[in-house]
Nanobody, 122 residues
């Protein structure tokens, strides 16, 4: 199975915006997809998820600022990140909920790619 590929990260000042992309394969089309982030020395943290029908779910820390979406025809999942804060600084990963269970737990996902670095300066 080819890993998912994350892209779109970069350096941004607080208050700015970035749009992340996760290029998947057709295999993931029926799975809930999630974005997780991991800062150095910390656990991988849930940010947002979206089920196969396009219903989104968000962590409290990003609610109102981030928007997750997916284009099933293109097998791409997006994370629009607005009003970025320094606390958003992390490597962002996407995965598919192939192991079932709650979308909240990283251990239920698979397919993680190399991640994309998001750095937000104050």
């Amino acid at each position: 199975q080819v890993p998912l590929v994350e892209s779109g990260g970069g350096l941004m000042q607080a208050g700015g915006s970035l749009r992340l992309s996760c290029t998947a394969s057709e295999y993931y089309r029926t799975y809930t997809m999630g974005w997780f982030r991991q800062a150095p020395g910390k656990e991988r943290e849930f940010a947002a998820a979206i089920n196969k029908n396009g219903e989104p779910f968000y962590a409290d820390s990003v609610k109102g600022r981030f928007t997750i979406s997916r284009d099933n025809a293109k097998n791409v999942v997006y994370l629009q990140m607005n009003n970025l804060k320094p606390g958003d600084t992390a490597v962002y990963y996407c995965g598919g909920l192939t192991r079932g269970g709650s979308y909240y737990y990283a251990s239920r996902y698979s397919g993680w790619g190399q991640g994309t670095q998001v750095t937000v300066s104050s």
